[in-house]
Every structure is written in structure tokens, then in C-alpha cells.
């Protein structure tokens, strides 16, 4: 029995799978080089379809462990089964600080159109995380999907 055939995901069916939100792992570009492995972490992701950008919460702080965040080229994958069939979609892209002042107004606008799940990943109250928003418009967005078998 081979692998399955894939295929690409539609725009729409794209979206709908994105839903306004989910998990997925995001891969920081090192700092250092191509000698050090990417930093990839499990985050929550917010996504408006609208505009096709993905909205983050992520940890920062000394102990988050991440490198700088603002401009840091990243991909980001989320992935699930779909009626038993996997689907993926991958976004590449540089992150913005929300907090930007030529990009706050949009992204204010694009947050109240998501839905971030606060995932407990921390080991502590996530009251005592201390957390920013960022987006990211992607400069590649695809998703892919296991085809449905011949009969």
C-alpha cells in the first residue's frame, strides 16, 4: 500500500478549515544561522479569512525561551483529520508586533474577527505569563489534504 495521494486545498475549504482559530507549531528562523536548528513551539492561532492573516499570543519574557520576535521570519503548520483524511495548511512569513503603530488599527480590527484558544502549555497560571500579540500575513499560504480514494 503506497502513500496517499494529496492534493491542494481550495481557498474557501482552505479557510474553513483555519476556522477563527486553533494549534498549530510555529518555527522561528535561528538567529545564529543555517548551523542551528530552527525554534518551533506548539502555539494557539487566531485567523481571520477576511484578510488572510493569522493572529498570535505568544509567551515572552526571559524564560519563553523565544528568540526576538518582531520581523523574525517564521513558518507556521497546523494540521488535523478531516472525515479520517488529513489536512495541513503551512504559512510563511515575517511576524509583526500588533502594537505597531502603522499596522495597531488593522490588526485591532482583524482581532475582533478571531478567536485565540489560551492553551495552559506553561506549567504555571497563565495569569503569570506574560503574553503580546503579533500577526502574520503570509508571503506563502498553502494548504494541502489527503484525497479521497477512488471507487
Not at 11 to 16: G, L, T
Not at 30 to 55: K, N, Q
Not at 79 to 96: I, K, N, P, Q
Not at 111 to 140: C, K, M, N, W
Request: aromatic share 8%; proline share 7%; hydrophobic share 35%.
Amino acid at each position: 500500500m503506497g502513500a496517499p495521494d494529496t492534493v491542494t486545498m481550495a481557498d474557501d475549504e482552505r479557510d474553513v478549515f483555519l476556522g477563527t482559530g486553533g494549534v498549530g507549531v510555529m518555527s522561528l528562523a535561528s538567529e545564529s544561522g543555517a548551523d542551528e536548528p530552527p525554534h518551533s513551539v506548539p502555539v494557539s492561532y487566531g485567523y481571520d479569512g477576511r484578510e488572510e492573516t493569522f493572529y498570535f499570543r505568544l509567551a515572552v519574557g526571559a524564560d519563553s525561551g523565544k528568540p526576538p520576535l518582531t520581523d523574525r521570519a517564521v513558518t507556521f503548520v497546523t494540521y488535523d483529520t478531516v472525515d479520517g483524511m488529513w489536512h495541513s495548511v503551512v504559512a510563511s512569513g515575517r511576524l509583526e508586533s500588533t502594537t505597531d503603530a502603522d499596522i495597531s488599527t488593522e490588526s485591532l480590527a482583524g482581532l475582533d474577527r478571531v478567536g485565540i484558544p489560551l492553551v495552559d502549555a506553561f506549567g504555571r497560571p497563565t495569569a503569570d505569563v506574560q503574553f503580546e500579540f503579533y500577526r502574520l500575513v503570509p508571503d506563502s499560504l498553502t494548504g494541502r489534504k489527503e484525497s479521497s480514494p477512488e471507487l
